[in-house]
Nanobody, 121 residues
Framework: QVQLVESGGGLVQAGGSLRLSCAASGSIFSINDMGWYRQAPGKQRELVATITSLGSTTYADSVKGRFTISRDNAKNTVYLQMNSAKPEDTAVYYC???????????????WGQGTQVTVSS
């Protein structure tokens, strides 16, 4: 089995910083893309940022220049550094990973359980 466990969420004041982590564990052969998504109350889940295994990144326009995604392939961990936080960043943040469990096996998408981020004004 595979588990993605997020940590680092919490309460931060507007303009402050927070760092989220997500560690993948279990029966993993290789991890392709990893990413962060978020879902605010009453809204659909939306992409925040993604990173490939080679380090190429994409960001939602709303977080460009404020958030930075990175990963440690040796630790199967992805990070999201959130700077200049805004109240509209308040949401549950979910980690996602596309991975194979065996050589040349199928690619599966896994999700973490989510971590709450609240930005106070």
């Amino acid at each position: 089995q595979v588990q993605l466990v997020e940590s680092g969420g919490g309460l931060v004041q507007a303009g402050g910083s927070l760092r989220l982590s997500c560690a993948a564990s279990g029966s993993i052969f290789s991890i392709n893309d990893m990413g962060w998504y978020r879902q605010a109350p009453g809204k659909q889940r939306e992409l925040v940022a993604t990173i490939t295994s080679l380090g190429s990144t994409t960001y939602a326009d709303s977080v460009k220049g404020r958030f930075t995604i990175s990963r440690d392939n040796a630790k199967n961990t992805v990070y999201l550094q959130m700077n200049s936080a805004k109240p509209e960043d308040t949401a549950v943040y979910y980690c996602n990973a596309h991975l194979r469990q065996i050589l040349r096996g199928p690619m599966y998408s896994y999700w973490g359980q989510g971590t709450q981020v609240t930005v106070s004004s």
